[in-house]
């Protein structure tokens, strides 16, 4: 049993990543690889800066804020890094979220490696998945995600057998999945998937950028610049012939 968790960082007051005000914890460690990573410290599964919680602990932080969050419509966000890694300590924090009345968002890039009790304890206390589609073509999700695309599609399609509840992001990155093609793919992909609410389109940006050179890495998007909103207008057009409502 999974007893404790390691958590990159806090944020106490996020307004994106899920409805209303959320409480984020950002869990340490991810298997992927993405070039634009603007959390490149969170890769490693521990690090000098981590902080190691029990859940009684972070229960005890997140319900200094349940007033202002439950005033907003709002909850706590499981993000990171990638929360999958440490599904067995989330999923008991978020019982005790629901339990207090709080809303619980898992936001995921799906890389789902067990399929088990644990993973459906969680997702039966998860209100809404937000679930990272980087790109549906598996040589070029390779190349711009450093894995193969095939566990994240696994994911998608066990959560719309399960009929749960997601929001799909798409980091609309020039180059890489801001072509038509990217779009219809992942048009088709979600259009049968009744449990699909919306897409989020995501500009890429280039913060986060400075902590590649921390670790020695070289950043391969340097230049590459945000894409402009007729390209967010177009995918969305792309997506809403497939049925699917997209934002940004
Ligand atoms: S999934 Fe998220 S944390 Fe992991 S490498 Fe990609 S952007 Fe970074």
């Known amino acids: 049993m999974q007893t404790e968790g390691i958590l990159h960082s806090i944020e106490t007051c996020g307004a994106v990543d899920g409805p209303g005000?959320?409480?984020?914890?950002?869990?340490?460690?991810?298997?992927m690889r993405c070039?634009?990573?603007?959390?490149?410290?969170?890769?490693?599964?521990?690090?000098d800066t981590s902080q190691i919680v029990t859940v009684a602990e972070l229960m005890k932080e997140v319900m200094s804020y349940r007033f202002y969050?439950?005033?907003?419509?709002?909850?706590?966000?499981?993000?990171?890094?990638?929360?999958?890694?440490?599904?067995?300590?989330?999923?008991?924090?978020?019982?005790?979220?629901?339990?207090?009345?709080?809303?619980?968002?898992?936001?995921?890039?799906?890389?789902?490696?067990?399929?088990?009790?644990?993973?459906d304890y969680l997702l039966d206390h998860t209100?809404?998945?937000?679930?990272?589609?980087?790109?549906?073509?598996?040589?070029?999700?390779?190349?711009l995600v450093g894995v193969h695309v095939d566990k994240t599609l696994?994911?998608?399609?066990?959560?719309?057998?399960?009929?749960?509840?997601?929001?799909?992001?798409?980091?609309?990155?020039?180059?890489y999945t801001d072509d038509d093609a990217t779009a219809h793919l992942l048009g088709e992909f979600i259009a049968p998937m009744e449990n699909v609410l919306e897409v989020e389109l995501l500009p890429y940006h280039e913060l986060g950028a400075?902590?590649?050179?921390?670790?020695?890495?070289?950043?391969?998007?340097?230049?590459?610049l945000p894409p402009p909103a007729e390209t967010l207008q177009r995918i969305q057009g792309i997506l809403a012939q497939y049925g699917k409502k997209a934002f940004f």
């Open 154 to 175: 696994k994911f998608a399609q066990y959560l719309a057998e399960r009929k749960q509840s997601v929001r799909v992001r798409l980091v609309v990155v020039p180059g």
């Open 127 to 143: 209100d809404l998945v937000m679930l990272d589609l980087k790109q549906i073509d598996p040589q070029r999700h390779k190349a």
């Open 210 to 224: 400075h902590k590649w050179a921390l670790f020695g890495d070289t950043y391969k998007l340097q230049g590459v």
């Open 35 to 47: 070039l634009y990573c603007h959390n490149r410290d969170s890769w490693p599964l521990q690090s």
């Open 21 to 31: 005000l959320r409480y984020i914890a950002f869990f340490q460690g991810c298997l």
């Open 69 to 119: 969050l439950k005033a907003s419509g709002g909850g706590v966000t499981a993000s990171g890094g990638e929360p999958l890694l440490q599904y067995e300590f989330i999923g008991q924090w978020f019982a005790q979220c629901r339990a207090a009345g709080l809303n619980t968002c898992l936001d995921t890039n799906g890389y789902a490696r067990f399929y088990d009790e644990k993973l």
